[in-house]
T-cell receptor, first 116, second 110 residues
């Protein structure tokens, strides 16, 4: 089965703890993305990576960190520096942009993080 | 700063109605516009539009892009309760990234 998996589905943490969200894809996609979704706010880009060992900040990167050591995996760490971490986190992947052509992104099922 | 604006923010219709969802964008180095449907969790891809004036169709859904006026519409005809969802519009621009709108929440009632 080809697709994107995120784990866990639900995650609960105490304030001040770092937490890492997993994202794996077996679609052989070059590009991977992390978004955050809050009620009424659509999707906001946290970080993205177009190739292994390289990633760029999105619009709301503060308080988050990522790594891209393998093509299939793009974990996101929510650090204690993130002021309002409770949200729905979505990972996506795509073939990537090549020769000026854009390609659609496919999404994983998401992780709902609650920090109290 | 790249921006995508969707309207209306929410909409309630009856089964069988036709709806039109709007999306306007201001994106540097625009390449394409995408529509997604989000029910409970992951958004699912509907359409990608690159050229102006060419309608894309899938069953009761269709979409068109106007690159001169910087907007797109998504039409759903003969709506069904299963069409109830958040519809997201996103523009692909410079930096090889998507900028999403806030979405339109559609509810279809019997």
């Amino acid at each position: 089965d080809g697709g994107i998996t995120q784990s866990p589905k639900y995650l609960f943490r105490k304030e001040g703890q770092n937490v890492t969200l997993s994202c794996e894809q077996n679609l052989n996609h070059d590009a991977m993305y992390w978004y955050r979704q809050d009620p009424g706010q659509g999707l906001r880009l946290i970080y993205y990576s177009q190739i292994v060992n390289d990633f760029q900040k999105g619009d709301i990167a503060e308080g988050y960190s990522v790594s891209r050591e393998k093509k299939e995996s793009f974990p996101l760490t929510v650090t204690s520096a993130q002021k309002n971490p409770t949200a729905f986190y979505l990972c996506a992947s795509s073939i990537g942009a090549r020769d000026g052509q854009a390609y659609e992104q496919y999404f994983g099922p998401g992780t709902r993080l609650t920090v109290t | 700063e790249d921006k995508v604006v969707q309207s209306p923010l929410s909409l309630v219709v009856h089964e069988g109605d036709t709806v039109t969802l709007n999306c306007s964008y201001e994106v540097t180095n625009f390449r394409s516009l995408l529509w997604y449907k989000q029910e409970k969790k992951a958004p699912t891809f509907l359409f990608m539009l690159t050229s102006s004036g060419i309608e894309k169709k899938s069953g009761r859904l269709s979409s068109i892009l106007d690159k001169k006026e910087l907007f797109s519409i998504l039409n759903i005809t003969a709506t069904q309760t299963g069409d109830s969802a958040i519809y997201l519009c996103a523009a692909f621009g410079g930096g090889n990234k998507l900028t999403f709108g806030t979405g339109t929440q559609l509810k279809v009632e019997l």
